[in-house]
């Protein structure tokens, strides 16, 4: 069974940075890939990043630029680096995994999913 478990986030000030993190068990992030996802009130998950089996990477438009996606082999983990933070960022965020190689940036094809964690932006 895949088990997802999440740290980091919380509040910080716009301008500020956040890392979130991603541990894995039950499948290698090194063989699959790996998306991240937010959600704010009212509104629908949505793409953040993604990351191949083999290490390629898109964003959405709206953190390309500013946020980072990686995965650290070792620690079985996938992260998400998060600079100049701007309130429009404020959402829970997820961490989900494919039974594949390629990321996806619907919900819709991922199979395990994080709990979800907080990221709060103020101006």
């Known amino acids: 069974q895949v088990h997802l478990v999440q740290s980091g986030g919380g509040l910080v000030q716009a301008g500020g940075s956040l890392r979130l993190s991603c541990a894995a068990s039950?499948?290698?992030?090194?063989?699959?890939?790996m998306g991240w996802f937010r959600q704010a009130p009212g509104k629908d998950r949505e793409f953040v990043a993604g990351i191949t089996r083999s290490g390629a990477i898109g964003y959405a438009d709206s953190v390309n630029g500013r946020f980072t996606i990686s995965k650290d082999n070792a620690k079985n983990t996938v992260d998400l680096q998060m600079n100049s933070l701007i309130p429009d960022d404020t959402a829970v965020y997820y961490c989900?995994?494919?039974?594949?190689?390629?990321?996806?940036?619907?919900?819709?094809?991922?199979?395990?999913w994080g709990q979800g964690t907080q990221v709060t932006v103020s101006s």
């Open positions: 989900a995994s494919r039974g594949f190689g390629a990321y996806l940036r619907s919900p819709d094809f991922y199979d395990a």
């Open positions: 039950g499948r290698t992030v090194s063989e699959h890939a």
